[in-house]
């Protein structure tokens, strides 16, 4: 028998990461979206398809249709998941269990200048967000701008906004802005 052997210390995690892409509009993803057919969504009856979109907003169209052209997420976005459980045994008579569940960067490219971003670390033991933030991003040509948000958790109800120059040679070329709580920690 080893009785010298403890362990001490464990930790797992895996991750799982999601992505999607805008879809090209200057090109048709297959020959049979071509020859698609437009069916009336009250009758049935095969209709052009201006004289569809016009019916499918009326009363009594099905707005929740599967051919609507504003069906489907068109813009950029991904996101990562990540489970993790640790166990601290240093103290063999009151061992700490946690769980988490990570939101890593679940980030929307909304135009091509503009881009949002959540992160969230939520304790699945506690059942209780222990901080999440809100990253609006804005590229300004040869400039960009970032505002971080952080609602609550660490460095709760704060700020920090950033304006600076995009080329590497000129980063020091910026204008930084901290509000709130975390302002007085510097993070």
Not at 65 to 86: E, K, P, T
Not at 149 to 156: A, E, K, L, N, V
Not at 178 to 184: I, N, T
Request: with cysteine; net charge positive.
């Amino acid at each position: 028998r080893l009785k010298f052997l403890r362990l001490n210390n464990f930790r797992f995690s895996a991750t799982l990461r999601l992505q999607g892409r805008k879809k090209d509009s200057g090109k048709k993803e297959s020959a049979i979206e071509e020859q698609q057919q437009f069916f009336d969504p009250v009758t049935g009856e095969p209709v052009s398809e201006q004289e569809y979109y016009d019916r499918l907003y009326q009363p009594g169209g099905d707005r929740f249709d599967v051919n609507d052209r504003f069906s489907g997420l068109d813009i950029s976005w991904r996101m990562s998941l990540a489970l993790s459980f640790s166990l601290n045994n240093y103290n063999p008579e009151n061992p700490v269990k946690n769980y988490y569940l990570d939101i890593n960067g679940m980030e929307v490219q909304l135009t091509k200048n503009w881009k949002i971003n959540y992160s969230a670390h939520y304790d699945l033991r506690t059942k209780q967000v222990v901080n999440h933030s809100f990253t609006f991003y804005r590229n300004l040509h040869c400039w960009e701008a970032r505002l971080t948000w952080r609602p609550s958790g660490i460095g709760g109800n704060s700020y920090y906004l950033r304006i600076n120059v995009k080329a590497p040679q000129l980063r020091d070329l910026k204008y930084e802005q901290r509000g709130g709580r975390s302002s007085v920690l510097r993070f």
